[in-house]
T-cell receptor, first 114, second 112 residues
Framework: AQTVTQSQPEMSVQEAETVTLSCTYDTSESNYYLFWYKQPPSRQMILVIRQEAYKQQNATENRFSVNFQKAAKSFSLKISDSQLGDTAMYFCAFMGLSGYALNFGKGTSLLVTP | NAGVTQTPKFQVLKTGQSMTLQCAQDMNHEYMSWYRQDPGMGLRLIHYSVGAGITDQGEVPNGYNVSRSTTEDFPLRLLSAAPSQTSVYFC???????????FGPGTRLTVT
């Protein structure tokens, strides 16, 4: 079974600064997908970014980018120019060959301060 | 499109009671799933369906039942509620395998 580890339970960053959230995973599969989901206080799960393991290029979505290191099984999320609206719980998730089930990490609570 | 909808948003049950959490999607997605979220645990898969008439168990299926008679609907049934089932429940759907999963707004369930 795949496991996803987020080693930072809580993080804090000042507005306009950059923050990196860590995620590592364990799998024996060679092809898979990785995701970062954001959960604001509203509880809604929102997809932030997605990475396909067979693609070498790191995914980016506006202020959000990932550092995908396949050999190290690491998938960190960088948030640039942090905004107050980025305050949320962030979950790293793995999808393997099943194609349907997401394995989630325990989450990192991010607080953006003025 | 309404996306993925869930009802109710909040529910309080007594131990032993049964209830059904409703989930519907209007995106013609084949795949639907139920997850539960507990503090400090992330989300865990309860049951999933890859199409109408096809369901299977996820990581934590005990105490829950599902059926999928239509593409749109995927209800989750609690047969005899227990305090351990106090959680936030999310329904999700995706077009097919390896595609993004769209989540509903969640149902907060408390079992006393």
């Amino acid at each position: 079974a795949q496991t996803v580890t987020q080693s930072q339970p809580e993080m804090s960053v000042q507005e306009a600064e950059t923050v990196t959230l860590s995620c590592t995973y364990d799998t024996s599969e060679s092809n898979y997908y990785l995701f970062w989901y954001k959960q604001p206080p509203s509880r809604q799960m929102i997809l932030v970014i997605r990475q396909e393991a067979y693609k070498q290029q790191n995914a980016t979505e506006n202020r959000f980018s990932v550092n995908f290191q396949k050999a190290a099984k690491s998938f960190s999320l960088k948030i640039s120019d942090s905004q107050l609206g980025d305050t949320a719980m962030y979950f790293c998730a793995f999808m393997g060959l099943s194609g349907y089930a997401l394995n989630f990490g325990k989450g990192t609570s991010l607080l953006v301060t003025p | 499109n309404a996306g993925v909808t869930q009802t109710p948003k909040f529910q309080v049950l007594k131990t032993g009671q049964s209830m059904t959490l409703q989930c519907a999607q209007d995106m013609n997605h084949e795949y639907m799933s139920w997850y539960r979220q507990d503090p400090g645990m992330g989300l865990r898969l309860i049951h999933y369906s890859v199409g109408a008439g096809i369901t299977d168990q996820g990581e934590v299926p005990n105490g829950y039942n599902v059926s999928r008679s239509t593409t749109e609907d995927f209800p989750l049934r609690l047969l005899s509620a227990a305090p351990s089932q106090t959680s936030v429940y999310f329904c999700a759907s995706s077009y097919r395998d390896f595609y993004e999963q769209y989540f509903g707004p969640g149902t907060r369930l408390t079992v006393t």
